[in-house]
């Protein structure tokens, strides 16, 4: 049995401008429900956005996220800044060169976090990025959960697929009959599930303020939400994803 939480797209600033609850307290609350469960997840991977684009360093989330209580692994999102983040958080997770992505053994899984962050672009990944990824995945010796910040499936939603996904075709080529059993993302501050690749593919709810739905191509916008975040469950070589809401 492995289980894995995912939390994603906090946004935490430093200006206490938030546009709907406060993501510091949703956070707090999700530790704590994470906290008093008979089962505790073997580690929470926190899917990208950790600070808002407002703030310029990582100064103010670090004691609460060290708050966390079973190991959490950091991704990078749009929102964080690359130097920063390294700096704050290695030894959090063991990042590869040149990006920052990584793999750790969690349980009965792999759990590879890929940076789709690419410079100037709004999400992909590129060569350096894809050959880490066959490395890591021709070495593989347990299901993979491969968690990204930007999903690589179109979600519909103009505003969300603007930038697209730079190298989503190789990216999936590499996916598809590999170890890769499950790929969850955040960025669209909503939950999203589909088959991509062969696998399910999914986004979570944030744990800060969700975005509206538009399906015609305007602006999605910040709007008040509840927060939550997954539960993504193995046992008996079937994964199972709970979402779990922060009341
Ligand atoms: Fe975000």
Redesign the pocket.
Known sequence: MTLIAQIT?P?LRDDGADPCHDPADALRRAFAMIAAMELKPAAIVLT??IIDRSARSYDHVMHLLAEAPVPLLPLS???DRADEFRAAFAGWADFADGHLSFARPVGAMLLVGLDSNLPGASGGVDRARLDWLRGVLANARSPVILALHHPPFSTHAPHLDKGGFEGAGDLEALVRDSPVCRIIA??S?RGMQTLWAGVPASTAI?I?HGLSLSLSGARHTPIPTTPGYELHHLHHGTLVSHQMLVA
Do not use: L
Request: glycine residues 34%; charged residues 15%.
């Open positions: 797209d946004h990208g956005d999102g749009n929102h955040g960025h501050h944030a800060g």
